[in-house]
């Protein structure tokens, strides 16, 4: 059941493992009801269910805690809006999952250390050596029939 347990204002943002369970909370200031579904230690918890229902507060914010959640498991917030409902990615997700073609993929649980950082010595460019290009991969198509872009197929084009 989703509490407020573990919920302060610096929680962050996105999902966020804690040592009992996992932390939610995501910006949707005109959503009527936001949920978390996945499947949390191999049980599905799925749909519009109270036990789901995360807190709005005002700012905008809706948060949440799981106890139980884990790394590895998976989640996407259920958003109730004005006329539509739907699922919707964590935009602060540390990992897509590959349980469905992107952009219906869900968002994996994973620590905040979990990646192994390289770059420890590196150091932005002094502002006047820099050129900066910016362009906008979901509208920048490469493969054939293929409806979104991705940073591999933009990379394949430019080299």
């Known amino acids: 059941m989703i509490s407020q347990q573990h ?39 799925l749909g519009e269910l109270p036990d789901l229902l995360m807190t709005k507060d005002d700012r905008g914010d809706w948060t949440g805690f799981l106890p139980g959640a884990k790394a590895g498991d998976l989640y996407k917030f259920h958003v109730v809006g004005e006329g539509s409902r739907g699922f919707k990615r964590d935009p602060y997700a540390r990992e897509l999952a590959i349980d469905r073609p992107f952009p219906n993929s869900s968002c994996t ?51």
Do not use: C
């Not at 610096?10 to 009527?32: I, K, N, Q, S, Y």
């Not at 010595?121 to 493969?143: E, K, N, W």
């Open 7 to 45: 919920i302060t204002p610096e929680t962050p943002m996105g999902g966020t493992l804690v040592p009992d369970g996992a932390t939610f909370r995501v910006w949707a200031p005109r959503a009527h009801q936001v949920f978390v579904n996945g499947v949390f230690g191999g049980i599905p918890r």
């Open 109 to 159: 649980l994973r620590p905040g250390s979990s990646y192994p950082w390289h770059d420890g010595a590196f150091r932005t460019p002094d502002f006047s050596d820099m050129i900066v290009y910016q362009l906008h991969i979901g509208t920048y198509p490469l493969t054939k029939g293929g409806a979104y872009g991705t940073f591999l197929d933009a990379i394949d084009k430019i080299h």
